[in-house]
């Protein structure tokens, strides 16, 4: 029997719950700023004369990789300072470059905006997981974490509505020569992007739980850069030579066959931007845990080292590949194929897909702590939904021609897509001791983000623009569940001892 299954009930404070509710809104915000994407694409395809795999890369990889990375020593940041202002002001960058996204007039302006987001949105979730984990005892993280992590799809669907309903009914009333040029894309960056300025401010009358002002250190931020230069080339070679020269001969190495492999892939599908972003990514995640295991060997042992930890991180990094595909391609798709209107999509795609995550991410995260009680892989067990059953909705979905089933398909992927996040994101923090939680939540983030993020929408854009057949591009992500599952057999494996070791 391991600790948290025998933990006794505990009544949690109202405060801790408004406090949650408020999270839950700033990540709604997080979701609307960042998915918004998703509907505008096509207007923004035909303005900056781009193509599929460009719009990939904008929703993903130029978000996702200083998302992931600086998520890294945000996330032992969140450790060691006052979370609450450390969100604040990430919340305040990441709705600003939403702003300026509105300004963009070409592809590189609009990608460095994306770039900005990313920067701002990587504060999120580490200081939220370990927000929440400080509010809430541990049997009820799973189901603290899902209501957070509820906003991700309510943000979804709104980003979906609220850039119809602009985008129509700014080129309505705008039709020729608009307020600074601007055309109803720019203006739906703009106008989703102020609210997130008050609620930054709002941000900053809650109150920092104990754990967080006790290890508030004049130090942090000093520590923040030292971890940002672990992993920036070329900082992160030099701190490699200061170990040593073996350590030195490792990173070299690493950088050389990573950026091998990166440039064989841009030679072969072209779009260098990616690929020369998943390099960087790729070192300095590398650079990172290779300097992690020589200075903090137990951090690294609960967290990478661990073959447990990986599984959680892996079977959520595969799905997540299927459902940032789904999420972003899904609009576009409806609107080539079926026809529909900006509007028409936010009510059709938009709403259902917010309830149909919501949904999920409850009834996921409500499933893991009930099965909690029975079997110590019960947050595991539930991720086996998020597994299989989209592979069956996405293959009807993309391939039938009515608009009805097509939309009960997608809906229902959200559904299942969801059920895995509060399962996997509890799972995992339940593998660490209680100071590495921030570090431990930014570690399961790279999966996902570094893999289904980076490469889920690119791939399906790459697919489309080879093939002229953006279906098959969906429906070629689920190839994904073939090493989703392999990781699931081993998480189910893996998880109890290593829990066991954690709660001695």
């Known amino acids: 029997m391991n600790g948290e299954r025998l933990n006794p009930p505990a009544r949690v404070p109202v405060y801790n719950w408004y406090a949650l509710g408020v999270l839950a809104l700033v990540y709604c915000t997080n979701f609307i700023d960042r998915q918004i994407l998703s509907i505008l694409a096509n207007d923004i395809k035909a303005d900056l004369a781009i193509d599929d795999a460009q719009l990939g890369f904008l929703y993903g990889t130029a978000f996702a990789v200083f998302y992931a990375l600086l998520g890294i020593p945000l996330g032992r940041l969140a450790d060691s300072t006052h979370r609450l202002r450390l969100l604040s002001f990430g919340l305040a960058l990441w709705s600003a ?49 899902a209501i957070y992590s ?51 401010a709002w941000l900053l009358t809650l ?151 919501f949904l999920g991410i409850l009834a996921g995260g409500w499933a893991a702590d009930a099965l909690l009680r029975y079997t110590v892989n019960g947050r595991v067990l539930v991720a086996s939904a998020a597994v299989v059953l989209p592979v069956p909705l996405v293959l009807i979905g993309y391939t039938t021609d009515s608009q009805t089933l097509f939309l009960l398909c997608n809906v229902l992927t959200q559904l299942a897509t969801a059920s895995a996040l509060g399962a996997c994101a509890s799972a995992s923090q339940a593998l660490v001791d209680e100071h590495m939680r921030g570090r431990a939540s930014a570690l399961f983030l790279l999966g996902p983000t570094l893999v289904g993020l980076c490469f889920g929408p690119f791939a399906v854009g790459l697919v489309s623009e080879r093939t002229g057949d953006l279906g098959l591009g969906v429906m070629m992500s689920l190839l994904a569940a073939i090493p989703a599952g392999l990781c699931l057999l081993a998480g189910l494996r893996l998880y109890p001892a290593a829990l066991a070791h954690i709660s001695r």
């Open 150 to 200: 509820a906003g991700l799809f309510v943000g979804s669907g709104l980003s979906l509505w609220l850039g119809g309903y602009i985008v129509e009914g700014w080129n309505a009333a705008f039709p020729i020569d608009p307020p600074l040029g601007l055309r109803g894309w720019q203006a739906a960056f703009i106008v989703v992007g102020m609210p997130g300025l008050v609620l930054a």
């Open 207 to 357: 109150r920092e739980p104990e754990r967080g002002a006790k290890a508030e250190s004049a130090g942090a931020f000093r520590t923040f850069l030292g971890q940002c230069a672990l992993i920036v080339p070329p900082f992160a070679a030099i701190g490699a030579a200061r170990e040593g020269g073996r350590a030195l001969a490792v990173n070299l190495a690493g950088a050389a066959l990573i950026a091998l492999i990166c440039a064989a892939l841009a030679l072969l599908l072209g779009n260098v931007e990616q690929f020369v972003l998943i390099g960087i990514a790729y070192y300095a995640v590398f650079s990172w845990v290779s300097h992690t295991r020589r200075a903090d060997p137990e951090c690294h042992a609960q967290t990478w080292g661990s073959g447990a930890f990986r599984a959680i991180v892996g079977v959520y990094a595969c799905t997540s590949y299927v459902g940032y595909s789904v999420t972003y391609w899904a609009a576009p798709y409806a609107e080539r194929t079926f026809a529909l209107g900006k509007a028409e999509l936010g009510l059709l795609i938009g709403a259902p897909n917010a309830l149909g995550g």
């Open 97 to 145: 470059m939403t702003v300026l996204s509105g300004l963009a007039r070409n592809y590189a302006q609009l990608a460095l905006a994306r770039v900005g987001v990313g920067v701002g949105e990587a504060s999120a979730n580490p200081c939220a997981y370990s927000l929440i984990a400080d509010w809430f005892p541990a049997h009820m993280r799973a189901r603290a974490i």
